[in-house]
């Protein structure tokens, strides 16, 4: 494989969630011996356009699906519920960096503004939080690998 493939393999992988800059960082740096700056970019320019995409068409989504559970009374998920714990205990900002560590950081995003997040606020924090854990995974990984 050539390095135009790899960094496209890497970009296209951060945008998946669970996966994200969690493995792609390691594989870019460890099995890819890519540049660890550039993969590092690269990883997380990926996941920050699929957290765009997530929370544009994440409320957008919700109202599509909610229409084929109209007859159903059903109240709030037990995922839900439990964000929206976290949310009244850590807020936004806590939220953002241990739903991003801990979960998908494109699915907690999406997730904070049904809880009265704005897209923005959700997007800086969650940004930050993806930035911040990817330099981390960066530099983790390249003294592992060394």
Known sequence: MNAITEYLLIFFGAM????????????AI???DLNPIIATLVATAGN?????LFIVLGEKLTSFLARFQRGKEKGP???????????????????????????SSQLTAAGMVP?????????????????IYAITIALLSFFAEN
């Open 16 to 27: 998946i969630p669970f996966i994200e800059f969690l493995l792609t960082i390691p594989v």
């Open 30 to 32: 460890i099995l890819f």
């Open 48 to 52: 920050i356009l699929s957290l765009t």
């Open 77 to 103: 998920s037990k995922r839900s519920e439990t964000l929206r714990k976290y949310y009244d205990k850590f807020g936004a900002v806590g939220l953002s960096f241990f739903g991003s560590f801990l979960l």
């Open 115 to 131: 809880l009265g997040t704005s897209r923005r606020k959700a997007f800086v924090w969650t940004s930050l939080a993806v930035v």
